[in-house]
Every structure is written in C-alpha cells, then in structure tokens.
C-alpha cells in the first residue's frame, strides 16, 4: 500500500477501536437525542409507505407473521407483521425511503440514518437489547457512517450513495449494537466496504427505482458481513482506502476519518425532510406554494404560459416533464412546481402519483423551464419561480430555505407532529419513548417491549 493508504488504514483502525470502546455516557445527550429522534421520523416514514401496493406486495413475498417471536422483527407498517432479522431490516429501509421523506445530512451526501436505524432497530428487537443500548448504536454507527461518507466525497455525485455506504453502515449498526471489539469490526468493516457497488447517482433523477432495492441489498449485506466476522473467516485484502478510492476514484481524506471531538459530531449536521421529494427541489416547490397562495383568483384561473425556476446547478438535472412515475415525480421539479402551482397541494401522494397523469398538471410540467441561479454554489439550495403571462406582469416569489432542510431545520415538537401525522397510532409506545428519551436517566427498557401489536 502507498503511504497515504497506510496512513487512511491507520486511521480507521483508531476510529474502529474508538467505536468499541465508546459508551453511552461518553456521548454527548445532545446527539443522544438526535439519535432518538431520528430513529422515529425513519421509523414514521417507513408506515407512512403503507400506502403503495408495491411495498405490500414485496413484504407478502417473505410471508409475514403475525406475532413477535426469536429472531423476528416487526415490519415498519401500521399493521403489526414480523419478519426475519435481517428481512425485516432491509424491507424497513426501503420503506423509509420510499416516500423520500427521511432526514439527510448538511455536508455529506449518504442518508446515515437510513442505513443504520433499519438493521438496528430491528436486531435490537430481535436480540433483546434495550433502548439506551440501541440509542448508543445509532449514535455511533452514524457517526462513523458520515465520516467514511466525507473521507471520500465525490463532488459531482457519480455513485449513489445508497449502494456506497449501506452495507457499512447496516454492519457498523449491528456491530455497535452487538458489542464487537475493534479487530472484528474492522474485518467486517473491510468487508463491507468491499461488497459496495457504485450505481451511477443519474438513474434516480431518471426516475429509476432502483435505488431502493440498492439500499435494501445494501442492508442485508451488513448482516451478510456479520456472519462473515461469525464464521471466523479473514479479514479480505486489500485495505479499504485502495477498495474505496477504486470505487469511487476519489483519494480518501485521511482527516475525515479522525474520531470526533466533543464539539465535532456529524449527527448536529442531520436535518429532517418536511416535503416528499428529493431535498434538492424543495425550495423550488415551496416558491411554487407561495406563488400560489399569493396569486389572485383571475391569475390562478389563467394557464401561465410558462414558468421559469432559477435554482442552484446541482438542481438543473431534475428536469423531467414528462416523469413516468412516483419514483422521477419526486425529482421532477417541472412536477413538483406544477402540482403546487395547480393544486397548492404538498402531500406525499400528491408530490408522487397520484396527480401524475392529471391534465393541468401534465399541461404545466412542459412549461416550467429551470434556469441556473447566478454565482450559486454547490450547498446552495434557495430558488426563484416566475410565472409569467403574456402581456401580463409576472407573479415571482423566492424561497431561500425550505421548510425542513438545514436552513429552516424543523424543531422537536415540528418534528414530532411530523411523526404523528405519518404514523398515527402505529408504534405510539416506542415513539413516545423516543421522544422522551433521557440520556441522564434512562430506563433500559427492552426495546421489543416497546412494540405494538
């Protein structure tokens, strides 16, 4: 190995030892309760989902149970099924997603939360650990998720981060949670690493749903390294920089990989979605819903005869006026600004099917012409709508910060609204747990007692 590839190796073995080695009471309650609460707007994503026959029909496929048992854990679903371990957990992260409404990251690009919730929450389950043991689980294993995300960052997104970092994370997840010491994690952590495929990030705003099976593979493939460090086999060759830079052609930053001081945690960089669709549209829909409010009676009743969307150039790409389904209907942002110019409608259903094939909407999609904002950088998320008549003055309103993402993060209580109106009655005990989870004082209570049904 190069040198900086020793020194990158170095570096993940420290930050592995520091990942057995850390307690709860290590970690700062702050990022406790973030964990916590990520937990639960993952987990009320994941039943929002139950909505889409697609999801039904692939967890009929396993052929569900309709009581807990060993080694089973429940499905994210408002009706109460179990699964398999590592069934359940894959099933679970594709629900989480499906509506593109789990939280993100302000500085990485990977969703650190989808990858390792879903395999932890359901080994805790399935294992009978208990809540503050989860709870450090996840603070953890995100952590070291969103360092190996930044130690090889690709700028321009070649490769979804879904297929890269699943399998980490799914396995950092169950190897914080199950208590392994460095060496093992670091043999399963390598294998991991060289189980990651690197999809190309373009079929998503093609509107490809494979995304969804990448990040349900990818967690079952966390399990997969599990059993790997279980059957005593060794630690595969080469290191994980000369695997990761090969994939992703990208040096490994040696700094990314350092373990966090107390004020360097990545989880006070989460954020969490308020709008179903891909975070990069979401100040253009929201401009769209202003417009929208603010436009008289006459000028709603008028057909513009084009609307023009001034966003930042990662946006330029979600162009599509003619998305096929749900799946490019949430990175459309000729959909998204139609369906709120229309219908002033910012749902999950609405953003994704069930207005895609609606006249107006269709109509509208095919005039919203997308434009790059003058001097935006690549973090710059803020965008302009214009709708505009012929001979008419136009009717433009600005959105700097969307609801729910890093410039207007949604509060606790936001947050827990959000919750309950996706989940409704579905988990109530484990959310109310959640939220009121006390790092000083917690109760270790098994987290299979907190299930319902």
Request: proline share 8%; charged share 20%; hydrophobic share 45%.
């Amino acid at each position: 190995m190069s040198p900086a590839d020793v020194r990158i190796d170095t570096a993940l073995r420290r930050l592995c030892d520091w990942l057995a080695r850390t307690q709860r009471a290590d970690i700062p309650h702050d990022i406790q309760l973030a964990a916590a609460h990520i937990m639960a707007d993952d987990l009320a994503c994941g039943v929002c989902a139950d909505a889409h026959r697609p999801l039904a029909a692939l967890t009929s496929r396993y052929g569900t149970s309709r009581a807990p048992g060993d080694g089973l854990a429940r499905v994210w679903s408002a009706e109460p099924v179990w699964l398999p371990c590592r069934d359940a957990a894959g099933l679970n992260a594709i629900r989480a997603n499906w509506n593109q409404l789990d939280g993100g990251h302000t500085a990485v690009m990977c969703h650190a939360g989808l990858y390792t919730v879903g395999p932890a929450l359901a080994a805790a389950e399935a294992w009978g650990a208990d809540l503050p043991t989860l709870v450090r689980a996840v603070a953890l294993s995100y952590e070291a998720t969103c360092r190996l995300a930044r130690a090889w960052c690709q700028a321009d997104a070649p490769s979804h981060p879904h297929a890269l970092w699943g399998a980490c994370g799914a396995f950092l997840a169950l190897a914080t949670l199950g208590g392994l010491e460095r060496d093992a994690m670091l043999d399963g952590l390598l294998a991991a690493a060289s189980l990651s495929p690197g999809p190309s990030f373009s079929l998503t705003a093609s509107g490809s749903p494979l995304p969804y099976l990448w990040v349900g593979a990818s967690v079952r493939q966390g399990f997969l390294c599990l059993d790997w460090h279980a059957s005593g086999l060794t630690r595969p060759a080469p290191g994980i920089a000369t695997v990761m830079t090969g994939l992703t052609g990208v040096q490994g930053d040696v700094n990314a990989l350092a373990v966090p001081t107390p004020d360097g945690w990545s989880m006070r960089q989460a954020y969490h979605k308020h709008y179903a669709c891909a975070q990069q549209g979401t100040a253009a829909l929201e401009a769209a819903l202003l417009a929208h409010r603010g436009a008289t009676s006459t000028q709603r009743a008028a057909l513009p005869d084009r609307i023009v969307v001034t966003v930042h150039p990662f946006a330029l790409t979600m162009d599509n006026p003619e998305p096929e389904s749900e799946f490019a209907a949430r990175f459309s942002i000729p959909h998204l600004v139609a369906v709120a110019w229309c219908t002033g409608r910012d749902d999950a259903l609405a953003l994704g099917g069930a207005l895609l094939h609606e006249p107006t909407v269709a109509l509208i999609r095919k005039r919203v012409q997308l434009v790059p904002a003058p001097a935006a950088g690549p973090q710059d998320r803020a965008a302009r709508v214009s709708v505009q008549w012929r001979g008419k003055p136009p009717l433009e309103h600005e959105c700097t910060a969307a609801r729910g993402t890093p410039g207007r993060p949604l509060a606790a209580h936001e947050l827990r609204e959000k919750c309950d109106r996706l989940a409704e009655r579905a988990f109530a005990r484990l959310r109310h747990a959640l939220f009121a989870f006390a790092p000083a004082n917690a109760s270790p209570t098994p987290v299979r007692d907190l299930m319902d049904g």
